[in-house]
């Protein structure tokens, strides 16, 4: 009979890696795994995650408050946009995803803006019904843990979605909903996040609906118009469908994007990047798979994050949460 150990998923006070408990033989054990969890407190200034901040994102304690002002100053003397909110909490944000540099903070606030007043339907009359639904499917997978730099992973399988259950408009109004929950962490938003995509059985079923408004909705919510930062996106089980669909988006990609972007033939080649340890078992990790249900679950126990997606505008969101 195999042990079994209970994984304690953690950020390292010295190096934000990721721990277990137990540093016995991997191949011979089943794992206790830990459950979703969202932390919405701000690090102590002496945590050495603002260390990191400081060295990194240029977030330096002495002057954050000042550049907040004048981010804040900024956008109401240019006038390029109108946001609901400009408190600090709300603009640090937007800070921390351009490491603090005002003017380009600015360009992804006023691209935030302009992204949700052209879609609202994104944001608003949601049917948090579809949104559960999805979230029961295989499409989206957050796991709790996170990789060696402390980072938040998305798991994305869209050879699991099927357009006949599911409209564009549902996918996007659930992986932004997604997005928007984990840019209210903080050490989300100085550490930022990677995302794997598994091409595995996308189809012509899928690859129809890759229209270019489609295209241009995925970098705007992966890179241009939302506070977060990919610093890696992780492509496995690529088919030659899915390279003709991917064929139709690089043209779009920036120098910067293209250099964040990694084809892996195998999952060695994942693993040079992301060790196993870090990983669910299907990709040769050690973790079991965790979906977007599993996170929806854990909203019900966090208030203060319910009231954040109140104020964003997601009216309703109470009731479904308090009802999962």
């Not at 796991?143 to 730099?149: A, C, I, L």
């Not at 690859?207 to 295209?215: F, K, R």
């Not at 506070?227 to 988006?249: C, E, Q, T, W």
Request: charged share 30%.
């Amino acid at each position: 009979m195999s042990k079994v150990i209970t994984v304690r998923v953690c950020v390292d006070p010295e190096d934000h890696k990721f721990h277990k408990k137990d540093e016995a033989d991997e191949n011979d054990q089943d794992f206790v795994e830990t459950t979703p969890s969202i932390c919405l407190d701000e690090p102590d200034e002496n945590d050495s995650i603002m260390k990191w901040a400081k060295s990194n994102i240029n977030e330096d304690p002495d002057f954050k408050i000042q550049i907040i002002e004048e981010f804040r100053n900024m956008i109401f003397e240019k006038g390029e946009c109108d946001p609901d909110r400009t408190d600090d909490a709300y603009l640090l944000r937007f800070l921390r995803a351009r490491h603090f540099i005002i003017r380009m903070a600015h360009r992804l606030i006023v691209n935030h803006e302009n992204f949700k007043k052209s879609y609202p339907e994104f944001f608003t009359d949601l049917d948090y019904m579809k949104i559960w639904d999805i979230g029961e499917t295989e499409i989206f997978s957050i796991p709790p843990y996170v990789d060696k730099e402390g980072r938040r992973m998305l798991i994305v399988r869209f050879g699991k979605w099927d357009p006949s259950q599911f409209t564009t408009d549902e996918l996007f109004q659930s992986i932004i909903m997604m997005i928007q929950i984990a840019s209210l962490e903080p050490k989300f938003q100085i550490l930022g996040g990677v995302c794997i995509i598994d091409a595995a059985d996308i189809g012509t079923g899928q690859a129809w609906y890759l229209t270019p408004t489609i295209i241009k909705h995925i970098l705007s919510v992966a890179y241009g118009a939302f506070p977060h930062r990919v610093h890696a996106l992780h492509i496995i089980n690529a088919s030659k469908i899915f390279d003709y669909a991917f064929g139709m988006i690089r043209p779009f990609l920036s120098v910067i994007m293209k250099q964040r972007i990694f084809i892996h033939s195998n999952f060695d080649s994942l693993h040079k990047h992301i060790e196993p340890k870090y990983l669910p078992k299907r990709y040769g990790g050690i973790h079991k798979d965790y979906f977007y249900r599993d996170w929806l679950s854990e909203l019900k126990n966090c208030d203060p994050l319910i009231e954040e997606l109140e104020l964003y505008g997601y009216e309703g969101c109470r009731e479904f949460i308090e009802n999962i």
